[in-house]
């Protein structure tokens, strides 16, 4: 750099030193590198333009800016005296309207990728690309180290001026500009020590990053440079109109509702109640008189912490969170490092992945001032080194654009997101003085998927066809197919049914009927079933005891079920609870119960009546007690053979044990089929 150039250098701003950093770090990621496209209709004259854009370059030192850092204890920003624009011209006159936008597409990539060279000013270049006799796309291209959104339409508004004037053959003559290092000397002089204490008591507590829940993992080998897209939609006019309403009607802003919608979006997303997101600031200081019309970068990225408490009224909610930006605002100049470093996050971590950017710029406004040009389809596009951006630009109808990397996110999650925020918003509109635990997310085709579509599960079974008269059926068409086998007997169809109608005709002499109780504390066997069997047969409901459970849940469940009788074995009658329940050891009286009736009893029962009792584990308190009626357990085996396409010649292991119900899905569908 040639040193008599040299008008002034001064150090980097904290967010400068940021993106420099991100710049050096991904080359070739086009990070921070904006462009700004648009339609130009009508003739140009291209010295105008230069002479224009040279002016303008002239009198704004920020333009004029490079950026050393080489043997440097800490990088400088150097304004030089001269620095000459570059006007690149094209013509794709020949070209249809759809190689046209192959180009341009293709062009604009290039042109994010090509980057600057940062130690030579100045770090922006145009380009004319006419299209046709008299309509030209106009491209700039600048980095974002040189200025900030807010400096955009001050430029514009700058470039019309002059040109038209150029254009009339006058020269224009405009106020001296403040320069940008005024900001710099301005930043120095804040007090770091209160905002130290600020931000300390604010992050306080703040350990991890809010999860972005549907990001990817990135495989070996994918860090580095992201692969950004993106997703726009737009909130219609009525949408829009309602949100400012209600933001009027309570004292808030904008920006506050799609902070709050934002918060909520993630903490949904995240199931946290305490989320973290960033948030860029406009940081044009209202005591640097003159700051508003400086051409330079203010703006600085914040985090913004928010509690998400769903009781509270989305209203009062969103008052709390305003407040908290308004306090913010008075430590906005607060470095993104140093408030990571005073957070409890861990070294290294981010203290967030996701930023919100509320575009309050007056770009159409200074295009409306262009002085008589055409300028149509003005549009901006930038990229930061966030995974996910929100970028909200407010009007008419609002619009709202999530970029995100593609290496980490899909594109369907992305719209499916943009799904979510807008119906976050359409809550608020609808719902302000409800709790925010009102404010749903699914969008109207999600939740008609969820309630409808996978809730219409409904299949046709007959509930009259009982699991007893099943057995009772397989044991009439092949009473010598095997129907259980244990280690060391086995039943057929036949035996089975012969030995639980005695047992049935047993306790229907003790009693039992329908809706009584039986317990049935017995180890794993053909036998065990066989009892369970003769219990639905009389009509009563089994109640399965597991005999490794603890002898305190076994005596509780005793008491609460308050079962008419007890089967058991002779090994195990010492191991059961005291109860006023009738005990029969079946080994032990079995040689009695032979002497009973191998008919089926043919109780007739409702499929209403209860089947079996399931007691819950009791983790969160005492166990419960659980009634499950023939209905819902014939029901239960007609889903399961059909889904999992159970026949007579399929074969189940029962490993559950008695008093977990799964013990009925291993037991009764391949039973009776």
Not at 142 to 150: F, R, S, T
Not at 221 to 248: C, I, N, P, S, W
Not at 633 to 650: P, R, Y
């Given at each position: 750099?040639?040193?008599?150039?040299?008008?002034?250098?001064?150090?980097?701003?904290?967010?400068?030193?940021?993106?420099?950093?991100?710049?050096?770090?991904?080359?070739?990621?086009g990070?921070?590198?904006?462009?700004?496209?648009?339609a130009?209709?009508?003739?140009?004259?291209?010295?105008?333009?230069?002479?224009?854009w040279?002016r303008?370059?002239?009198?704004?030192?920020?333009?004029?800016?490079?950026?050393?850092?080489?043997?440097?204890?800490e990088?400088?920003?150097v304004?030089?005296r001269?620095?000459e624009v570059?006007?690149?011209?094209?013509?794709?006159r020949?070209?249809?309207?759809?190689?046209?936008?192959?180009?341009?597409?293709?062009?604009?990539?290039?042109?994010?990728?090509?980057?600057?060279?940062?130690t030579?000013?100045?770090?922006?270049?145009?380009?004319?690309?006419?299209?046709a006799?008299?309509?030209?796309?106009?491209?700039?291209?600048?980095?974002?180290?040189?200025?900030?959104?807010?400096?955009?339409?001050?430029?514009l508004?700058?470039?019309?001026?002059?040109?038209a004037?150029?254009?009339?053959?006058?020269?224009?003559?405009?106020p001296?500009?403040?320069?940008?290092?005024?900001?710099?000397v301005w930043?120095?002089?804040?007090?770091?020590?209160?905002?130290?204490?600020?931000?300390?008591e604010?992050?306080?507590?703040?350990?991890?990053p809010?999860?972005?829940t549907?990001?990817r993992?990135?495989?070996a080998?994918?860090e580095?440079?992201?692969?950004?897209?993106d997703?726009?939609?737009?909130?219609?006019?009525?949408?829009?109109?309602?949100?400012?309403?209600?933001?009027?009607?309570?004292?808030?802003?904008?920006?506050?509702?799609?902070?709050?919608?934002?918060?909520?979006?993630?903490?949904?997303?995240?199931?946290k109640?305490?989320?973290?997101?960033?948030?860029t600031v406009s940081?044009?200081?209202?005591?640097?008189?003159?700051?508003?019309?400086?051409?330079?970068?203010?703006?600085n990225?914040?985090?913004?912490?928010?509690?998400?408490?769903?009781?509270v009224?989305?209203?009062?909610?969103?008052?709390?969170?305003q407040?908290q930006?308004?306090?913010?605002?008075?430590?906005?100049?607060t470095?993104?490092?140093?408030i990571?470093?005073?957070?409890?996050i861990?070294?290294?971590?981010?203290?967030?992945?996701?930023?919100?950017?509320?575009?309050?710029i007056?770009?159409?406004?200074?295009?409306?001032?262009?002085?008589?040009?055409?300028?149509?389809n003005?549009?901006?596009?930038?990229?930061?080194?966030?995974?996910?951006?929100?970028?909200?630009?407010?009007?008419?109808?609002?619009?709202?654009?999530?970029?995100?990397?593609?290496?980490?996110?899909?594109?369907?999650?992305?719209?499916?997101?943009?799904?979510h925020?807008?119906?976050?918003?359409?809550g608020?509109?609808?719902?302000?003085?409800?709790p925010?635990?009102?404010?749903?997310?699914?969008?109207?085709?999600?939740?008609?998927?969820l309630?409808?579509?996978?809730?219409?599960t409904?299949?046709?079974?007959?509930?009259?066809?009982?699991?007893?008269?099943?057995?009772?059926?397989?044991?009439?068409?092949?009473?010598?197919?095997?129907?259980?086998?244990?280690?060391?007997?086995?039943?057929?169809?036949?035996e089975?049914?012969?030995?639980a109608?005695?047992?049935?005709h047993y306790?229907?002499?003790?009693?039992?009927g329908?809706?009584?109780?039986?317990?049935?504390?017995?180890?794993?066997?053909?036998?065990?079933?066989?009892?369970?069997?003769?219990?639905?047969?009389?009509?009563?409901?089994?109640?399965?005891?597991?005999p490794a459970?603890?002898?305190?849940?076994?005596?509780?469940?005793?008491?609460?079920?308050?079962?008419?009788?007890a089967?058991t074995?002779?090994?195990?009658?010492?191991d059961?609870?005291?109860?006023?329940?009738?005990?029969?050891?079946?080994?032990?009286?079995?040689?009695?119960?032979?002497?009973?009736?191998?008919?089926?009893?043919?109780?007739?029962?409702?499929?209403?009546?209860?089947?079996y009792?399931?007691?819950?584990s009791?983790?969160?308190?005492?166990?419960?007690?659980?009634?499950?009626?023939?209905?819902?357990?014939n029901?239960?085996?007609?889903?399961h053979?059909?889904?999992?396409?159970?026949t007579?010649a399929?074969?189940?292991?029962?490993?559950?044990?008695?008093?977990?119900?799964?013990?009925?899905w291993?037991?009764w569908?391949?039973?009776?089929a």
């Amino acid at each position: 750099m040639d040193r008599k150039n040299i008008e002034t250098f001064y150090p980097l701003t904290p967010m400068q030193q940021g993106m420099l950093f991100h710049t050096l770090y991904e080359p070739e990621s086009g990070v921070y590198v904006e462009l700004l496209t648009a339609a130009w209709h009508g003739d140009v004259d291209i010295d105008a333009f230069r002479r224009t854009w040279q002016r303008v370059v002239d009198r704004h030192e920020a333009l004029r800016t490079a950026f050393l850092w080489e043997g440097l204890k800490e990088p400088i920003q150097v304004v030089q005296r001269q620095a000459e624009v570059t006007v690149t011209e094209l013509g794709w006159r020949t070209a249809t309207p759809e190689e046209q936008q192959e180009r341009l597409d293709e062009y604009l990539r290039e042109e994010r990728k090509r980057g600057f060279d940062l130690t030579k000013a100045p770090l922006l270049r145009l380009s004319l690309i006419r299209m046709a006799d008299e309509e030209y796309r106009l491209v700039w291209t600048h980095h974002h180290l040189l200025m900030d959104g807010w400096s955009i339409p001050l430029l514009l508004k700058e470039v019309f001026a002059f040109y038209a004037a150029y254009l009339r053959g006058e020269e224009l003559q405009l106020p001296k500009p403040r320069p940008y290092r005024d900001y710099i000397v301005w930043l120095k002089r804040q007090d770091m020590e209160a905002a130290e204490r600020y931000w300390r008591e604010k992050m306080a507590g703040f350990t991890e990053p809010t999860p972005l829940t549907v990001a990817r993992r990135l495989a070996a080998g994918m860090e580095g440079e992201g692969e950004f897209a993106d997703v726009e939609a737009v909130a219609q006019a009525e949408l829009t109109l309602r949100l400012q309403q209600l933001a009027r009607r309570h004292g808030l802003t904008l920006n506050t509702l799609l902070q709050g919608a934002w918060a909520l979006l993630l903490s949904r997303y995240s199931g946290k109640d305490d989320v973290v997101y960033g948030a860029t600031v406009s940081g044009r200081p209202s005591e640097l008189s003159g700051a508003d019309e400086i051409i330079g970068l203010f703006i600085n990225t914040l985090p913004v912490r928010v509690q998400v408490p769903e009781n509270v009224s989305v209203v009062q909610w969103l008052r709390e969170l305003q407040a908290q930006q308004v306090e913010m605002r008075r430590y906005e100049y607060t470095p993104l490092v140093d408030i990571q470093s005073w957070s409890d996050i861990a070294p290294g971590a981010p203290l967030f992945e996701s930023l919100l950017v509320f575009e309050n710029i007056p770009l159409e406004d200074a295009v409306e001032e262009s002085k008589g040009l055409d300028l149509r389809n003005v549009e901006t596009e930038s990229i930061t080194n966030f995974p996910l951006v929100l970028v909200v630009v407010p009007g008419r109808e609002m619009s709202l654009r999530l970029l995100y990397d593609a290496r980490l996110f899909g594109a369907e999650t992305i719209e499916r997101m943009m799904g979510h925020l807008q119906t976050i918003l359409h809550g608020f509109g609808e719902r302000s003085e409800g709790p925010l635990a009102s404010i749903s997310i699914l969008t109207s085709p999600e939740r008609r998927l969820l309630i409808e579509t996978w809730n219409a599960t409904a299949s046709p079974f007959d509930a009259d066809d009982f699991v007893h008269e099943r057995v009772q059926r397989q044991a009439e068409r092949s009473p010598r197919a095997l129907a259980l086998a244990g280690p060391t007997d086995a039943l057929s169809y036949g035996e089975l049914n012969a030995r639980a109608n005695r047992l049935a005709h047993y306790l229907l002499g003790q009693g039992v009927g329908p809706d009584s109780i039986v317990a049935i504390f017995m180890q794993r066997s053909p036998q065990t079933v066989a009892a369970m069997l003769a219990v639905l047969k009389t009509g009563a409901a089994y109640l399965p005891l597991d005999p490794a459970y603890p002898k305190e849940r076994l005596a509780f469940v005793m008491e609460d079920a308050r079962a008419r009788v007890a089967l058991t074995e002779t090994a195990l009658v010492d191991d059961l609870p005291e109860t006023d329940a009738r005990v029969v050891a079946l080994d032990g009286e079995w040689p009695a119960i032979t002497l009973e009736s191998d008919e089926n009893p043919g109780v007739r029962i409702s499929p209403d009546h209860v089947a079996y009792v399931i007691y819950t584990s009791g983790s969160t308190g005492r166990p419960k007690g659980v009634l499950i009626q023939h209905r819902g357990l014939n029901n239960l085996i007609a889903w399961h053979q059909k889904e999992f396409g159970v026949t007579s010649a399929d074969r189940a292991t029962h490993l559950a044990g008695l008093g977990f119900d799964a013990a009925v899905w291993e037991i009764w569908p391949h039973l009776t089929a």
